[in-house]
């Protein structure tokens, strides 16, 4: 059997080493022996963005992007998304297994105790106007809770982590549902705790009179979908995030809410609402051809294309069209989707899109779902946050309950470039 090593030859010594390899992968911290004299700090590796460097160890989320695989502990996503329910892909996430029906009674039970925010994040978020960024307004609710529950400094103990990551599960939908409101001008509707989780967000949202609200069972099996499709997605730039201020023990409201700032970006899930606003400037099929001439001349992006990952059709894509025409059967069909179509047709056609690997993402039909059920076109986003936030949370206390990374803080090296020694001058005498 072949040693589980690497060879390296250092051409500038001519001196020679083996390096271990585990998992596909070589210790970062072994090319620090690789070194020219004693004085040098040792070979360090160049990743800018993080192309190919694997930052810890994870049994949450698999994915395959040259075949388009994604699955949540080994369960494809094509599974969870056609036969089980938001909360037990969150169970799934956060303990491992599917759970049996007692274990997801209880957890909901559990969630159904912690719907309702504290008076305060109430009145701070009754301080933002109706133009301000639902995505700023759930980081600063949720960076605020910190101050609510001092208790989840304690980020080492396991009953605290299960406390803190019940609370704020069980809260997002609240406060995402409270942005809605804003935007709309319209009060609050606090949460109803004889609705399943997925119901009471949309009650949360949409409700409007004094009887019990009731979703049409296609538009809340839509969102649910949405909700398993965004739960989590292995090491991205939020999880990232998550991992990279939860590693100074920051609180967990800490570093969710640096998640929520990460994911805000229009390179990340921005992107659903950046293809709302690009579907929109088209506005027609048949200003389509132009806009791909643009496009290929490098003049405006085409949002909702390509993936870092995914180099075929993002499999989540796929989910999103099939329930995109479900949703349309009841709200009737979004303008707007002649254009998507016709766009997606010319770039899986296109020599320019499909030599560069360019396929619809999650993206591209989400924002469009989310406008045809009636949200706020800069809500979608916000969305995503809420579905997000079990993945960061399992994300976050695998990271405690790591011996190899819950003592290490992250501190990435770097290639410095700037001015060698330099000895101070007086203001007087520079120039």
């Known amino acids: 059997m072949a040693s589980e090593t690497l060879t390296v030859i250092d051409n500038r010594t001519g001196k020679q080493r083996e390096v271990p390899v585990q998992d596909g992968a070589v210790h970062a911290t072994d090319l620090r022996e690789i070194k020219v004299s004693e004085e040098d700090p040792g070979l360090a590796s160049y990743d800018p963005g993080f192309m190919n460097t694997a930052s810890c160890k994870s049994a949450i989320t698999y994915i395959d992007g040259d075949r388009g695989i994604l699955r949540y502990r080994g369960y494809p996503i094509e599974q969870l998304a056609e036969k089980s329910t938001y909360l037990e892909v969150v169970y799934l996430l956060l303990f491992g297994e599917l759970p049996t029906r007692a274990q997801l009674d209880g957890f909901a039970g559990e969630l159904s105790k912690d719907v309702i925010v504290p008076d305060g994040i109430v009145k701070l978020m009754e301080t933002f106007g109706k133009d301000a960024a639902p995505m700023a307004m759930v980081q600063s609710a949720v960076a605020a809770l910190s101050a609510f529950y001092p208790e ?9 982590r299960r406390r803190q990551i019940v609370r704020l599960i069980a809260m997002m939908p609240t406060l995402v549902a409270f942005c809605a409101r804003l935007k709309w001008g319209k009060p609050f509707i606090h949460p109803d705790k004889n609705l399943n989780y997925t119901a009471n967000f949309l009650s949360m949202v949409f409700k409007d009179k004094e009887a ?7 538009l809340e099996r839509a969102m649910e979908v949405l909700f398993i499709l965004h739960a989590d997605h292995e090491q991205n730039c939020s999880t990232n995030a998550v991992r990279g201020v939860g590693s100074s023990h920051a609180d967990p409201y800490a570093s969710i809410s640096s998640a929520v700032g990460a994911l805000s970006g229009p390179l990340h899930g921005g992107a659903n609402e950046a293809v709302l606003a690009m579907l929109h400037e088209i506005g027609s099929v048949e200003n389509v051809p132009g806009f791909i001439k643009r496009v290929e001349a490098k003049e405006v992006l085409l949002m909702g294309f390509g ?125």
Do not use: C
């Open 152 to 160: 989840a400094r304690r980020v080492l103990s396991d009953e605290v």
């Open 307 to 431: 993936h870092r990952i995914y180099k075929s059709y993002d499999p989540r894509a796929k989910i999103i069209k099939e329930t995109a025409d479900q949703v349309f059967q009841v709200t009737g069909r979004n303008r707007l989707l002649d254009v998507a179509m016709e766009l997606e047709r010319i770039a899986l056609h296109d020599d320019y899109f499909t030599s560069r690997k360019l396929y619809p993402n999650v993206d591209f039909y989400s924002g469009l779902i989310y406008e045809s059920m009636g949200l706020p076109r800069d809500i979608p986003t916000a969305v995503f946050a809420l579905a997000r936030t079990s993945g960061w949370l399992a994300q976050w206390d695998e990271m405690m309950r790591d011996p190899e990374q819950k003592t290490k803080i992250a501190r990435p090296r770097q290639i410095y470039k700037g001015a060698a020694r330099r000895d101070y001058v007086p203001i007087e005498k520079r120039r």
């Open 212 to 218: 019990p609200y009731k979703p049409h069972p296609v």
